[in-house]
Every structure is written in structure tokens, then in C-alpha cells.
């Protein structure tokens, strides 16, 4: 390899962004523009409604849906504190990690639970295939982040992180995604139907 | 950090001699990946062309009875989804693949493990897709757009396999896309800043842009699709709240940008081809650039102009007013590629004719598009013939031959050897009349309203037509078996290309032919975005012979 090429590796090496956390951020506003087919149809679907929900749901219940999205809050809450453990380099970042590992695990058991019991299904009205196709699309979602995690935590033990911040910058910028989808669906779902019978 | 990096290098372990065979299934090299891109591209062009080829021989005369409905309407439909997701789009990426690392002096792409799995996502998706012939009910009929409800009612796994297939292959140019971006974004050589990257790489950009933005919308549509065949949902359903629209909507908000992506690609090797074929510089290099990206961005206001006739278009005039809008930086295209040429020292190779053939067959596409953009003319041609003409103008009189204007001007950079020119003319020839001779006589069939997508017609006149377009279709055939031909015959020669057989202005030609596995073992300086040319020329001015002709042969 020549001197040349050899210079330009350690001027990229040297960069902030790193590639990784560049290609992160493109495949989340591709994952945005994925959720906006959904939501495209959802808003005209509200629109061309006279009553949304439609009568044939039953609204379901607040409770739980709510303590998950607390839940997934206080996981970007320990995602971020894990990022900037990582960016200094501290070891906390391990125990932030494996901290926002447990609340989206907690988070996906919450989400499942809320799932059981509901009045309506995927054939119900198209506010039911909205709600579960949705619903199944973002637990998905939250499976990749568990999955991303541990991943992490692999490479934390291994000393990796130590070296290298953006496959911790990565994660985050995906759970802080994942985390805006969640409250989205929440508000669409749940909170938007508050007072209504 | 330095540390850490010389000591994995001193401890890893020699590299295991591998077979050939496990090397090209397993390589992360970027030159390899864009090979295995154009050969599986070849390889569903096949499928894709016999099913073309048995198509038109059903269509030679009327009354036909060749094929059943139904496996015509399954052929219809598998030729329109290969050659437009399997085919076209992924020739592109291979040549973006080997050749945008090189134009822009990278060692390789920004993820090659990625890259390797953008591949294999590739071949998966496709096969899942031709495994539709083989279950109960054959493989999807609901044509390559895939309408509701037709698609929801079609029985068969065929069309669930379709729409699974489609987002394996979704998923795969999305990554690539990805790939593309962050390698043009951060991995360019010193002094190759974003306006001295070469035409091409802009053009691969905005298709990658446009795959980033646009092909998820698609994905989310297929989704809709399988829940509403396999889970009971109601999306496209009004009696429940759904809407016939919302397919049609997300279908074409893709649909419309992915035009773009099938064109861009062959924009920008003809832009590549033209200036280096006419001994000047791409005249308004700016100019294309910012044609590409105004093209790329108006790309997504224009898709409602595939439901005119539908009744579910609020405002005709609006999305006829931005689909010729279109056409103006299309056109600063055509006046760019003429002005390049304008008192050039042209030379007719065959990479240039193609060229050639590509600015005629597109100009003769892109007209017919301007002109079906009018509410009014689209409403009496819509799906007709007319339609297939001027799709294939585009697809395959655009796209097809500026691939093979590529596959001209690269194959020796690729395989370091250039392909036999007189069996290229007798190719060129064959395609250039065996084209015309196809697709032009549909639009006459179209304006006398013959429908697309039928299986046979009366004898109403149309037949002599229909034969000439039936004999053009096996000219095609032909001459693509003469390309091969000269493939197979070139490549048994000996590996005698030199760096720069051309007199090429970018970096690929800066390295060996074919490049070494880390690219470059130098790169020229770049002060311009035609670094090879200002080497020559420095050269020739400090009185040595050009680099090109002092190459030795790998």
C-alpha cells in the first residue's frame, strides 16, 4: 500500500463520525420512511372516517401501555448515559448498556401483555390492521434493539469499546428511534383516545 | 489506539489459501461483489428474456394458443418484477459497486461484509420470487404492480413468494444504498472533494438516495399486502375502512422514484462514455450534477400521474404540471451529452455507439413519456401498448443499452481485456434494429388501442403488427447471444489490456487492468474531477509518453 492510501486510512480513522454511525443514521430515515407508508394510510384512513376509533373497537385499556412507555423513556434515559459513559471512555457504560438491555427487554414483555385480551383483531375494521400490524412492526423493532444490545455487551466485554464509540453511538441513535416510534404509537393508539367511548 | 491496530496486524493469522470457488463465495472484495452483480443480473435476463421470448411468440399471430391465461398472466407478471428488480437495477449497482470505490480512489467500499450481503439478498429474493412456477396456482398474475384486490383474491403461495421476494430485494438495495452513500461521503480520496467526483458516482448517489427514501415506502406496502393475504387485515378493503388507493399510493410513491433509479445509473455511464469518446470534457459537469439531484427530488411529486384514469387523482393538473417540469433538467441532459459532442474528435467505438443508441432510444422514451403526461392523452392510451413502447424506450432502449455502452467501456478494466469490436458492431447492430423493430410498433398497436397484458387478440388487423414486433424480439434475443459470444471469445485471449485503453479521465484508469485486490498502488494527484486526463496531459507536456501506453500488463 502506498503512503498515500496509508495517510488518507489514518485521516478517516482519526474523524469523528465514524462510517458506522453514518450508515446508522441513513438506515433510520429509511426506517422512518417505512413507517411513514403506515402512517400515510393511518392518517387517511382517520381522515375518511366520520367516527375514529371506528364503533366496532373497543378502546383498550390505558394502564399498561402507559407504565411502558415510562418504561421505554427511562430506557433512553440509561442509553444516553451509557453513550456518554462510552464517549469517556468510562466502564459504567457496561452497566448502562445492560441497564437499557433490561428495560427493553421489560418493555417488550409490557408491550405483549397490553397485546392480550384486546376486543378487536386484524380483520376488525382497518383501525385493527392498522393497530396490530403497527404494533407487531415496532415489537420487531424492539427485538432488533434487545438484539443490538447484547451485541453491544459482547463487544464491551471483549475490551472493544474501549478502542471504538460507535458501535455504542450506533445503538443509540437506533433505541432513540425505536423510542420515538413507541411514544408515536402510544399517542396514536392510546393517548389520542382518551375521553373518547 | 495505533497500538491495538499493529498488534491485531502482527498477530493475525496467515491468510488460508482458499478454493476459487469458496474465494468468489465468500469475498468482500468491492470488484468481485459488482461482478457477481452483473453476472446474476445476466442470468435472471435470461429467465426474464425467455419468458419475454415465449410472450411474444403467443402474441406472433391472432387466436393464439401457446399459452394458457394463466401462465401468460404469470409471465407478465415475473418479466416485469425480473427485469426491473433483478436485472436492470442490479446491473447498475454492479458497475457502482466495482467502479464507484475506484472512481473515488477507495480501497473498497465503506461495509464490505455488508456489501456481500446486499449480493446474496439478491439471488434469495429473486428465486423466491421464480419459485412461484413451482407451487399449486403458479406464480404471481397480478402483474408487476401487483394491484389490489387482484393480488389479495389471486390463490397460490405464488404471490405470497412475490411479495416476500420483493422484500429480500428491497432490503438489499436499501443496504446497498446505505453503502454507497457513506462510501461516497467519507471514504474519497484526498483531494477528491464531492464536486471532482466523477459523473457516475453522482448519479449512483441520487439513486441511492432515492432507494434510501423511497423503496421502504414499498416495503411498507408489501407488508400491508402479505397481512392482508396471509393475516386477515382490511387495508385494501372499503367495506372495512380501507382503500383500494392506499396500494395504488404507496406502490407508486415508490414506483415513480424507481424509474429514476433504473435511469440515473445509465445517465451517468453515458455521461462517463460520451466525453471520452469525443476527446472533450463532459460539457456543464455542474449542470448534470444538479440536474441529477433536481430530477432525484421532483422524482417524488409525480406519482399520482399512474392513477390518472383511476378517478382517485384529486388534482390532474398539479402532477401533469410536475411530470413535465421533469422533462426540463431531463432535457439540460440531452443538451449536455450534444454539447459534449458538439465539434468533438468523436470515435465510434462500440461503447460510444451504444452511447449513442442509449441518447437516441431514451430521447424517443422520454418523448413519448412528456407526452403521455397530459391528462388528456394518458386517459386514451392508458394501458394500451402505447405504454409498453414507451416503458421499453426507457428500460431497455435507455437502461439496457447504456449498460452495455458500460460493459463495453469497463470490461476491459474489469477483465483486462477488451471485447472483440467487430463481433460488438455486429452486436450493437442486431440490438439497435432488433429493438426498434420490437417495441416500436407498439405504439401503433397502442394508438389503435390494442390492451396490454392480454393473452391473445381477434383478428383484427393487428397481426402483421405483432409478428414484426415477434421477429424484433428474437433479433434482441440474438444479440444478446452475440454479446456473450464475444465475451466468451474475448475472454479466452490473453490478458493484454493496458491501464487506460481508452484515454479515460477518471481513477479507474489509474490502475492496472484488471486492479489490483487494494486498488491502487498510487494515485495521480487530483486538482480536477478528471485526474487521469490532467496526468496524461502533464505528461505529455513534460515530453514522456503517456502513462497509459507505459503500463505493463498484469
Known amino acids: 500500500m502506498s503512503e498515500n492510501s496509508a495517510t488518507a486510512l489514518d485521516h478517516r480513522a482519526v474523524q469523528q463520525t465514524s462510517n458506522s454511525v453514518l450508515g446508522m443514521v441513513l438506515f433510520v430515515i429509511s426506517e422512518a420512511m417505512f413507517f411513514m407508508g403506515f402512517f400515510a394510510v393511518y392518517f387517511s384512513a382517520y381522515a375518511s372516517a366520520k367516527i375514529w376509533p371506528p364503533r366496532a373497537i373497543a378502546i383498550p385499556p390505558i394502564g399498561l401501555p402507559t407504565a411502558g412507555v415510562l418504561v421505554l423513556l427511562g430506557s433512553v434515559a440509561t442509553m444516553a448515559l451509557a453513550s456518554r459513559a462510552g464517549r469517556n471512555r468510562d466502564r459504567s457504560m457496561i452497566t448502562w448498556t445492560a441497564a437499557t438491555l433490561v428495560l427493553a427487554i421489560v418493555f417488550a414483555v409490557i408491550l405483549l401483555g397490553s397485546y392480550r385480551g384486546l376486543g378487536f383483531h386484524t380483520g376488525t375494521d382497518i383501525y385493527g390492521s392498522l393497530f396490530w400490524v403497527l404494533s407487531m412492526v415496532a415489537l420487531a423493532h424492539v427485538i432488533g434493539g434487545i438484539v443490538f444490545f447484547v451485541l453491544v455487551l459482547i463487544q464491551a466485554r471483549a475490551g472493544e469499546l474501549e478502542v471504538r464509540h460507535d458501535p455504542l453511538q450506533a445503538a443509540s441513535i437506533y433505541w432513540n428511534f425505536v423510542a420515538i416510534i413507541g411514544v408515536v404509537l402510544y399517542a396514536t393508539f392510546y393517548l389520542a383516545n382518551v375521553g373518547a367511548s | 489506539m495505533t497500538d491495538i491496530r499493529e498488534e491485531v496486524l502482527e498477530h493475525r493469522p496467515a491468510p488460508r489459501k482458499k478454493s476459487a470457488l469458496l474465494e468468489w463465495l465468500t469475498t468482500t472484495d468491492h470488484k468481485k461483489i459488482g461482478i457477481m452483480y452483473l453476472v446474476n443480473s445476466f442470468a435472471f435476463f435470461a429467465i426474464g428474456g425467455m419468458f419475454a421470448l415465449t410472450m411474444r411468440t403467443q402474441l406472433a399471430q391472432p387466436n393464439n394458443d401457446l399459452v394458457s391465461h394463466a401462465v401468460y398472466n404469470q409471465l407478465v407478471s415475473v418479466h416485469g418484477t425480473l427485469m426491473i428488480f433483478l436485472v436492470i437495477f442490479p446491473f447498475l449497482s454492479g458497475f457502482g459497486n466495482y467502479f464507484v470505490p ?23 429474493g429473486g428465486l423466491t420470487i421464480v419459485s412461484g412456477f413451482f407451487v399449486p396456482g403458479g406464480a404471481a398474475a397480478a402483474g408487476w404492480t401487483s ?21 429480500i430485494v428491497g432490503v438489499s438495495s436499501i443496504l446497498g444504498a446505505i453503502n454507497f452513500i457513506v462510501t461516497m461521503l467519507r471514504m474519497r480520496a484526498p483531494g477528491m472533494s464531492m464536486l471532482r467526483m466523477p459523473i457516475f458516482c453522482w448519479s449512483t448517489l441520487a439513486t441511492s438516495l432515492l432507494v434510501v427514501l423511497a423503496t421502504p415506502v414499498l416495503t411498507s406496502g408489501l407488508l400491508m399486502l402479505l397481512a392482508e393475504r396471509s393475516f386477515g387485515t382490511t387495508f385494501f378493503d372499503p367495506a372495512k375502512g380501507g382503500a383500494v388507493a392506499y396500494w395504488l399510493n404507496t406502490f407508486w410513491f415508490f414506483g415513480h422514484p424507481e424509474v429514476y ?31 441529477f439531484m433536481l430530477i432525484s427530488g421532483l422524482s417524488f411529486s ?44 468523436i470515435r465510434l467505438e462500440p461503447p ?38 414507451h416503458i421499453h424506450y426507457v428500460l431497455f ?25 467487430k463481433i460488438g458492431y455486429w452486436h450493437f447492430g442486431l440490438q439497435f434494429v432488433g429493438f426498434n423493430l420490437t417495441f416500436f410498433p407498439m405504439h401503433i398497436l397502442g394508438l389503435e388501442g390494442m390492451p396490454r397484458r392480454v393473452v391473445t387478440y381477434s383478428d383484427t388487423g393487428w397481426g402483421t403488427v405483432n409478428l414484426i414486433a415477434t421477429i424484433g424480439a428474437y433479433l434482441i434475443g440474438v444479440s444478446i447471444m452475440v454479446f456473450l459470444l464475444n465475451v466468451v471469445v474475448t475472454l479466452r485471449r490473453p490478458a493484454t489490456a493496458p491501464a487506460d485503453p481508452w484515454g479515460g479521465n477518471s481513477l479507474e484508469w489509474a490502475t492496472s487492468s484488471p486492479p489490483p485486490a487494494h486498488n491502487f498502488d498510487e494515485l495521480p494527484p487530483i486538482h480536477t474531477y478528471r485526474p487521469v486526463f490532467d496526468q496524461r496531459k502533464a505528461l505529455a507536456a513534460s515530453g514522456s509518453r503517456p502513462a497509459a501506453e507505459e503500463e505493463s500488463v498484469s
Open chain 2, 102 to 124: 475506484l472512481q473515488i480512489g477507495a480501497l473498497d467500499m465503506a461495509f464490505p461484509r455488508i456489501n456481500a450481503l446486499s449480493f446474496w439478498l439478491l439471488p434469495v
Open chain 2, 147 to 167: 394491484y389490489v384486490p387482484l393480488s389479495v383474491q389471486q390463490s397460490g403461495a405464488g404471490e405470497d413468494l412475490w411479495v416476500l421476494g420483493l422484500i
Open chain 2, 261 to 291: 433509479m433504473l435511469i440515473l445509473g445509465a445517465w451517468g455511464i453515458v455521461s462517463e462514455i460520451i466525453p471520452v469518446f469525443s476527446a472533450k470534457p463532459l460539457y456543464g459537469y455542474k449542470g448534470v450534477v444538479v440536474a
Open chain 2, 302 to 345: 409525480v406519482w399520482a400521474h399512474h392513477m390518472f384514469t383511476t378517478g382517485l387523482v384529486p388534482n390532474l393538473s398539479f402532477f401533469a404540471a410536475t411530470t413535465e417540469l421533469i422533462s426540463v433538467p431531463t432535457g439540460v441532459l440531452f443538451f449536455n451529452w450534444i454539447a459534449t459532442m458538439w465539434k468533438g474528435k
Open chain 2, 352 to 389: 460510444m455507439l451504444f452511447a449513442l443508441g442509449f441518447v437516441a432510444m431514451f430521447l424517443i422514451g422520454g418523448i413519448d413519456g412528456v407526452w403521455m403526461a397530459e391528462p388528456a392523452m394518458d386517459f386514451a392510451v392508458h394501458d394500451t401498448y402505447w405504454v409498453v413502447a
Open chain 2, 397 to 421: 432502449g435507455g437502461t439496457i443499452f447504456g449498460v452495455m455502452a458500460g460493459m463495453y467501456y469497463w470490461f476491459p478494466k474489469m477483465f483486462g481485456r477488451v471485447l472483440d469490436r
